[in-house]
């Protein structure tokens, strides 16, 4: 990095509303990771999201977890979390649980040596609901004793596919450090259910990603679909502004990740699409706090 003043990395467990993080999938595997921390901390961003496949690149690449640090130290960024955890239901012994077991152990690692506040946990799960939910708790807890939270995201191509369906297993392990990953584009393709989305106590909000879409799926693959053709928030047909709204009135204090998936904005260079992204969010939130919150609107009116 150059012309950089010398700073000190962000406490990524400080990170609250409005904070802004630029998440992993904006920019997976395009350009090197001092361009990608670079352009986030050239748009103003707070904090990074980082893929453990990504992670393990730059290793592999020469990088060591103490250098990951100093460069985010250098640029005064947190890295606020890790994705994503899966193979933590499957069987002892099967190859998903073995991958689930390296990827834990590295997030030690990165607790440890460079600071991390949140992990992204998704599914699916082999099937029996019991079993999943008593794995999905001692994940919890062994992140717990990392000083970590963890994120479970619904998605509705795995088996935990619903707001309703992924905070029943969370409320049944009553895990203190454990709550939702909410990312708009999930809920406004998937269910849709505002009602669910409303009656989310803050406390288990825990991770949002903000993005947004067209008025319909693009192709026949609705996975393709979501991790191609995402635009900045507010160019699109979601409403992120309502969104955001019903989220900060359940009392959530998570930061906004900025999760926009597209491949036209890999195209185009990194300071560009960070910039785009965090643009488009800080107008979201100009425009939520010129409406009010519900609250707000009825004391108005």
């Known amino acids: 990095m150059t012309n950089a003043p010398t700073t000190t990395q962000r406490d990524p467990h400080g990170l609250g509303w409005g904070d802004l993080v630029w998440s992993h999938f904006s920019r997976p595997r395009h350009g090197d990771l001092e361009e990608r921390l670079d352009a986030a901390a050239s748009a103003g961003f707070i904090g990074v999201g980082l893929y453990l496949g990504e992670v393990r690149r730059v290793l592999a690449d020469g990088w060591t977890l103490d250098r990951l640090r100093g460069e985010l130290d250098e640029r005064g960024l947190a890295l606020a979390d890790v994705e994503a955890l899966r193979g933590w ?49 001692r994940l919890a807890s062994r992140l717990d004793a990392l000083g970590l939270v963890a994120s479970v995201e619904w998605l509705p191509f795995t088996n935990i596919d619903t707001i309703a369906e992924a905070r029943a297993m969370i409320e049944a392990t009553e895990a203190t450090n454990l709550g939702l990953c909410a990312d708009i584009w999930h809920h406004r393709r998937g269910g849709n259910d505002e009602a669910a989305l409303a009656a989310l106590p803050g406390e288990l909000v825990t991770s949002i990603q903000l993005n947004d879409g067209g008025p319909e799926q693009i192709g026949d693959d609705y996975k393709v679909d979501c991790l191609a053709n995402r635009i900045v928030p507010g160019a699109g047909t979601f409403d992120c502004v309502g969104f955001l709204r019903t989220l900060l009135a359940t009392g959530t204090d998570a930061p906004l990740a900025l999760e926009v998936c597209s491949t036209e904005m890999w195209r185009v260079p990194a300071a560009e699409a960070a910039t785009r992204a965090a643009d488009a969010a800080r107008d979201v939130l100009a425009a939520l706090e010129r409406e009010g919150t519900p609250d707000e609107q009825q004391t108005c009116a």
């Open 89 to 137: 239901a499957d069987p002892d012994g099967s190859s998903a649980r073995a991958a689930c077991a390296d990827d834990e152990a590295l997030i030690a690692r990165i607790a440890d040596e460079v600071g991390v506040h949140n992990v992204q946990v998704i599914g699916p799960h082999p099937g029996d609901r019991d079993v999943a939910i008593d794995s999905l708790g």
